[in-house]
T-cell receptor, first 114, second 117 residues
């Protein structure tokens, strides 16, 4: 079946550290991949997305590359800030007519300390 | 532009009581989603509407859950009767085009946190 597996948190980093949050997936067909972020007290917001293999999504200094060969979509940022503290969700959407098409990972909590 | 609006933000009820959640999507968005998010988990899709038609309700526990989107705009999700295990955050999201998979961005509301005692 279809699923998303994220690295477990919580993750605590110092400001300006390098961030990697791993995400791997299992899916039939050719899914599109997303990273959503949830800041404290707010709803989920799309951070970035990639719709086909080798695409790189980027936003606010975050990047993720759709790797079909390793079925991965790891989130990276070169220098995190305190304001990046949030919960990050990896998600995929499969092709239509395959039943339940939307899958989210369990989320990874990130805390950035000054 | 207003985002996805949900109400109430919090609800505490006793088990076996009914409860309803309301969602108003972003204006012009034809696709609406209801998700349930348990503590420490990612959202799980309950039902998806395209306009007023429920096109995917395979994960909706139909014995106690129901949803409607009568005019293809706002939507309500109901639980009757509620059970202890229904305690979760119920999220509503909307997107502009539901059929173009992979290109739609879902915009989420803040959610309704339900506690069943």
């Amino acid at each position: 079946g279809n699923s998303v597996t994220q690295m477990e948190g919580p993750v605590t980093l110092s400001e300006e550290a390098f961030l990697t949050i791993n995400c791997t997936y299992t899916a039939t067909g050719y899914p599109s991949l997303f990273w959503y972020v949830q800041y404290p007290g707010e709803g989920l917001q799309l951070l970035l997305k990639a719709t086909k293999a080798d695409d790189k999504g980027s936003n606010k200094g975050f990047e993720a590359t759709y790797r079909k060969e390793t079925t991965s979509f790891h989130l990276e940022k070169g220098s995190v800030q305190v304001s990046d503290s949030a919960v990050y969700f990896c998600a995929l959407i499969t092709e239509p007519n395959t039943g339940n098409q939307f899958y989210f990972g369990t989320g990874t909590s990130l805390t950035v300390i000054p | 532009e207003a985002g996805v609006v949900q109400s109430p933000r919090y609800k505490i009820i006793e088990k076996k009581q009914p409860v309803a959640f309301w969602c108003n999507p972003i204006s012009g968005h034809n696709t609406l989603y209801w998700y349930r998010q348990n503590l420490g988990q990612g959202p799980e899709l309950l039902i998806r509407y395209e306009n007023e038609e429920a096109v995917d309700d395979s994960q909706l526990p139909k014995d106690r859950f129901s949803a409607e989107r009568l005019k293809g705009v706002d939507s309500t999700l109901k639980i009757q009767p509620a059970e202890l295990g229904d305690s979760a955050v119920y999220l509503c999201a909307s997107s502009l085009v539901g059929g173009a998979w992979g290109t739609d961005t879902q915009y989420f509301g803040p959610g309704t946190r339900l506690t069943v005692l």
